[in-house]
């Protein structure tokens, strides 16, 4: 599904996983909150996978990034799920993060 | 060139002297300080250091620059006694034996030399001035060998620390356990927490149960460094489980305001792994017959 600077896929009945690439800039996010809620309408999504796998940091910048975008699922009865975070970027979190996030965490996609 | 002009005829010498036998009078020093009582040597081993020794000097002596420090000669030397520092490290000498080699293989080259050439190089002071600076320069490589031997040492013991301050089990699939025993300081607490999030990456694990059994004191710092390695180790998708909290310990924690929300605790560690298990859908039962 085409949204510059990120892979959507339809992984099963309601699942999309969002795989951010590196031309993907956060900057722009009205933008692709918006062409991504477009697409998690027409598709009926329920669940939203997005891998940090790449992402050997998160800062506040990043972080604020996220947290809009759960937001906006959650708005849309859509829930956010982080996967693949690398240790160094639940590090970076944990230090900054005073309580739990509104997205979710998971190891991976569940089987 | 002012060490050149102030060289005295004895110096000139020296540098065209052709050095006889001596190899055999350098052998004492190497007797007394690696083997006597501490047997770091072997005499065939020591006589291979003497001779060795005055292949090099000779080649010192008899090059283009002999007051060059940065000659090929010069370096081949630091070399030997770089070598030699290690070696004698490595057999559990000490720095000061090395030391002490050094400064009495010095004064007996000179005499050496002198009962070699029949020249009094004892009375130059620009032969033992001389000497005296390479020798100098020679020992700080000495002890520069030392310091970098200590510092792996350092590294080595810090690493082996390291494995075993963090004691991580994978006590059934997917289930990690993390026995803290003794002092939690910060910096501990950052390598548990380094170790624990790298070995959760690597082992996709899904539960890890922090046991504190063995803690007994815990600070404000520490207290923040704990729920940060919780959130952490929740953060990447695992469950956190802290087992075995001292009554001391839960005051402390209630006292420091630390939020304890979303952490999950349990009595004993027994009790964790069993929240662990149910959490992954695992039934550990009695056979019964």
């Known amino acids: 599904m085409a949204i510059a600077g990120v892979h959507l896929t339809r992984i099963g009945k309601g699942d999309f996983l969002f795989e951010p690439l590196s031309s993907m800039n956060i900057q722009d996010q009205d933008r692709l909150i918006l062409e991504l809620v477009e697409h998690l309408q027409q598709g009926q999504g329920r669940r939203l996978y997005y891998d940090l796998n790449t992402l050997p940091v998160i800062d506040p910048v990043y972080y604020g ?22 240790p160094t970027a639940a590090f970076t979190l944990s230090q900054f993060l005073a309580g739990r996030p509104v997205f979710e965490t998971a190891l991976g996609i569940p089987d | 060139m002012v060490q050149k002009k102030d060289s005295s005829e004895k110096l000139a010498a020296l540098f065209t002297l052709k050095i006889g036998n001596i190899s055999g009078q350098l052998e004492e020093p190497g007797r007394e300080f690696f083997c006597a009582d501490n047997k770091l040597m072997d005499e065939d081993e020591v006589a291979d250091l003497s001779s060795e020794f005055v292949t090099l000097i000779t080649g010192l002596l008899g090059s283009k620059d002999p007051h060059k420090r940065t000659s090929p000669q010069f370096h081949a030397l630091e070399t030997f006694f770089s070598g030699l520092s290690q070696r004698i490290l490595m057999r559990g000498g000490n720095v000061e034996e090395v030391v002490r080699y050094a ?12 009962r070699d050439s029949g020249i009094a190089f004892t009375q130059s002071r620009s032969v033992l001035l001389y000497f005296a600076q390479h020798f ?6 000495i002890f520069r060998t030392y310091l970098v031997e200590r510092e792996n040492t350092l590294k080595a013991q810090e690493e082996e620390l390291r494995e075993t301050s963090t004691p991580i089990a994978e006590i059934w699939d997917g ?21 624990l999030l790298n070995r959760i990456s690597k082992d996709h694990a899904r539960a890890v149960v922090m046991d504190l059994t063995g803690v007994k004191n815990i600070d404000s710092q520490v207290s923040h460094h704990l729920i940060q390695m919780v959130r952490a180790v929740q953060l990447m998708g695992a469950d956190a489980i802290i087992t075995g909290i001292h009554p001391e310990i839960a005051r402390a924690l209630v006292s420091l305001n630390i939020d304890l929300t979303g952490v999950t605790t349990r009595a004993s560690l027994s009790d964790g792994l069993k929240e662990a298990f149910l959490r992954m859908g695992i039934h550990v039962s009695q056979k019964t017959n």
């Open chain 1, 65 to 86: 990034w996220l947290d809009s975008l759960a937001r906006t699922c959650q708005t849309l009865n859509v829930k956010m799920i982080c996967i693949n975070m690398q």
């Open chain 2, 103 to 114: 400064q009495q293989l010095q004064y007996t080259l000179i005499s050496a030399l002198e």
């Open chain 2, 136 to 141: 100098d320069a020679l020992i700080m490589a």
């Open chain 2, 175 to 195: 289930v990690l356990t993390l026995p803290i025993i003794g002092t939690l300081d910060s910096s501990r607490t950052m390598l548990v927490m380094e170790a």
